[in-house]
């Protein structure tokens, strides 16, 4: 809960004197990973920021994107891991309601969640399942009661997440331009703290969130309250309207500490913080307790003196607490005062800027362990295409996205299930949105495991006929003072910073979260990358396929075995060769399904990825409760083994139903293109069936895979 010898002398020449112990707390709340990104940031400056649609990027609580029209998306992503891992009903659920705050501080409405998930294995951890049940009636309990969607994510499970959980939350807000709140104050100005009450939970949240999980501090756990949310949101939209509003942050990490001085150095200007005035839950709370409490459902709000009376007037009528609790100055000091007693007195730049860390970074040695493995011998290929739809990592999510009210907004086009959720604008334009991690690549091959995931986040949006036009990270790793895990860490924002700068798609925001690890060791390195695509026609509605609808393949299937859920799950096999993206291929794959969609020649469209080509198959049949009969040998491939092509993860892959009436403008358009593909595949029937020139090498009835595939996960988590 303090600082180190080095930053410690750090302050003490920066301020000149020795600090006091609140003044030390105040600093270790702002200094510590979590809120300072004193390992990270010098790396996270390598990714690409600018773009068109870009008005605000990282930096700030909310990505903002111009969308057109006189509108603005905005966007974040945050985590609440350590609170999860402890309690993941409260921490889940705390988890949404500081999301929703960031997007609320741009004076944007919050209008859609995505989520995505971590835990270890719930088919053999019975605490694993916990996490997991919990964390998710976590989210839906805050996202029901607040009104708003949560429209998709993503989950996965794996041993090195055992008796941890990992809850990442994503918010989209959608608002006017020209309400955007400014960021702005003057000296004379007040600061107001609008929302809950302030108690002993979430105390130094941060730094427990800054170090290795080894026990369940439950007072570093906030405690949810949405209804007071739903009500702040409210009353922050109205005073936006009404003017009332020259800046504003959320209260999250760092509580009063973080929001003070970041909101003093990021306007140039003093605050003189009265805590006397703060609304309390708690009797005799100490300085200290105010400072670095995390309690939920607070905003940091600068108005000025004639409109004070508004402001307040406007809680009033939503009956949400305010507190006038410090003023504006001119002196860029962040002042703290009790009883008018000044009891903290330091420079806000200097609190609100950590010195950066130059962390070692050594190649992990387990690479070269599991560069090469054994090829394991081929199984029962039916009984595999079986046992890989019961896979928690493939199995519909259908258990989890049924307890989220995905529909209340009416905005929501395409729900959950599908490859990316759609979202209706004010504008007459629609937004896709998709957040996307595979940890399992991203172990075997850092670099090129993160540029998969975001190859398939894109994939998802172009699914729907969106283009991408902004993304966000989220970089989780366990410990950063560990080399080899730092190395992880580099590795991966490259492969950000290389596909974001080919493709053109800037990064508006993310999160590092860093020491996630347990006595039983790290997690796998776990970068998710979430990104938001703009349709400016109509969204690529499903279509059923009927009997003699063509099934096309776009892109070429490689023996890129490492980290799929085949080798990992069936075999038990970690290691071998990671897919990599080919980025000029995977963009003219893209660009030439996005024409197809454009002039409406494709059914539907579904990327391909995890489980690998038979999963995608299988997963289509099973949505159009039809057979299909699939020629290997007219798979686009490299010479593979039967299991290669059923199951490689290959990126940039998309596979497309087409009516036999459009086959040939698809053919055409593809060709033209360079892009390589294959008509592999005919529906009709009751059977999913592959063959080669050998003959039948596996199928399932298709009533059969659905069961699999749609009953496993609740299975597990209500009888497991």
């Known amino acids: 809960m303090s600082l180190t010898p080095q930053e410690f002398e750090y302050l003490e020449t920066k301020i000149g004197r020795k600090p006091n112990p609140l003044e030390i707390q105040i600093v270790a709340a702002e200094w510590s990973e979590h809120c300072s990104y004193k390992s990270s940031k010098k790396y996270l400056r390598m990714l690409p920021r600018e773009g068109k649609n870009v008005i605000s990027g990282p930096g700030y609580d909310s990505g903002v994107l111009d969308v057109g029209g006189g509108y603005v998306v905005t966007v974040h992503i945050e985590s609440h891991n350590h609170p999860s891992a402890v309690e993941p009903y409260g921490g889940a659920a705390t988890g949404v309601g500081g999301v929703i705050r960031d997007i609320l501080s741009a004076g944007t409405r919050p209008i859609a ?57 994503a918010s989209i807000g959608f608002g006017k331009k020209e309400r955007l709140i400014q960021n702005r104050a003057d000296k004379g100005d007040y600061v107001i703290l609008i929302g809950g009450s302030t108690g002993r939970d979430g105390m130094g949240g941060s730094q427990f969130a800054s170090d290795k999980l080894e026990s369940e501090n439950r007072s570093a756990v906030q405690i949810p309250d949405p209804f007071i949310e739903k009500l702040v949101i409210e009353a922050i939209l109205e005073a936006r309207n009404q003017n009332c509003i020259k800046a504003m942050k959320d209260l999250g990490g760092g509580g009063l500490s973080c929001a003070i001085s970041e909101t003093s150095d990021a306007l140039s200007v003093g605050i003189d913080l009265e805590l006397s005035k703060v609304h309390k839950r708690e009797q005799g709370m100490s300085p ?29 009528r939503f009956r949400v607490p305010f507190s006038i609790v410090g003023q504006i100055t001119d002196d860029h000091m962040m002042q703290v005062k009790s009883e008018n007693e000044t009891v903290a007195k330091l420079p806000s730049n200097v609190v609100a800027n950590a010195p950066l860390l130059d962390r070692p970074a050594i190649r992990p040695k387990y690479l070269e362990r599991i560069a090469t493995v054994q090829k394991p011998k081929t199984l029962n290929l ?230 690998g080509l038979a999963m995608a198959v299988s997963e289509i049949c099973i949505a159009n409760s039809i057979g299909c009969s699939v020629e290997l040998d007219k798979v686009p491939a490299e010479k593979l083994a039967v299991d290669e092509i059923l199951f490689s993860e290959t990126h940039s892959r998309f596979l497309l139903i087409v009516s036999p009436s459009e086959i040939q403008k698809v053919k055409a358009l593809l060709s033209t293109a360079g892009v390589s593909h294959g008509i592999i595949g005919m529906f009709s029937g009751r059977l999913v069936c592959f063959k080669d020139k050998s003959g039948k090498v596996a199928s399932v009835r298709v009533d059969k895979a659905q069961e699999r595939w749609l009953n496993s996960l609740e299975s597990l988590v209500s009888h497991g």
């Not at 003196?305 to 809680?315: G, R, S, V």
């Not at 989780?476 to 080919?502: C, H, L, M, R």
Request: with cysteine; glycine share 10%.
């Open 113 to 169: 969640i995505l989520d995505a998930l971590r835990f270890g294995d719930i088919e053999k951890d019975s605490q694993a399942r916990w996490l997991f049940k919990n964390a998710v009636r976590g989210i839906a309990d805050y996202g029901n009661c607040l009104g708003i969607p949560t429209v998709g994510g993503e989950i996965e499970f794996d041993r090195s997440f055992t008796n941890y959980a990992l809850v990442d939350v």
């Open 288 to 316: 200290t307790e105010l400072m670095v409490s995390e309690s939920q459902e607070r905003m940091l709000v600068v108005t000025g003196p004639e409109k004070l009376k508004m402001l307040e007037n406007i809680c009033q």
């Open 382 to 611: 039916s009984k595999t295409v079986l046992n890989m739809l019961s896979n928690p990592n493939i199995a519909s999510k259908m258990w989890v996205y049924t307890q989220y009210d995905h529909e209340v907004g009416i905005r929501t086009v395409i729900k959950p299930g599908k490859d990316a959720s759609v979202l209706r604008l004010d504008n007459g334009k629609f937004l896709a949105v998709k957040i996307d991690g595979n940890s399992k690549h991203c172990y075997v091959n850092p670099k090129e495991g993160v540029k998969g995931c975001f190859d398939e986040a894109c994939r998802n949006i172009v699914c729907t006929g969106a283009r991408p036009i902004g993304m966000v990270d989220h970089l989780q790793f366990g410990n950063p003072e560990d080399p080899e895990i730092f190395w992880t860490f580099k590795e991966s924002v490259e492969g950000i910073a290389e596909y974001a700068q080919y493709f053109e798609i800037p990064c508006v925001g993310g999160k590092v979260s860093l020491y996630n690890e347990t006595d039983k060791g790290p997690i796998k390195p776990t970068p998710l990358i979430g990104v938001l695509g703009i349709i400016e026609g109509k969204p690529q509605m499903a279509r059923k396929a009927e009997k003699d609808d063509l099934l096309v393949l776009v892109g070429v299937t490689k023996c890129e075995m490492g980290g799929s859920e085949y080798y990992e799950y069936v075999h038990n096999v970690v290691g071998g060769t990671c897919p990599v993206v080919d980025m000029r291929s995977s963009k003219a794959n893209q660009e030439s399904v996005l024409k197809i969609i454009s002039e409406n020649l494709a059914k539907d469209v579904h990327d391909c990825s995890k489980g």
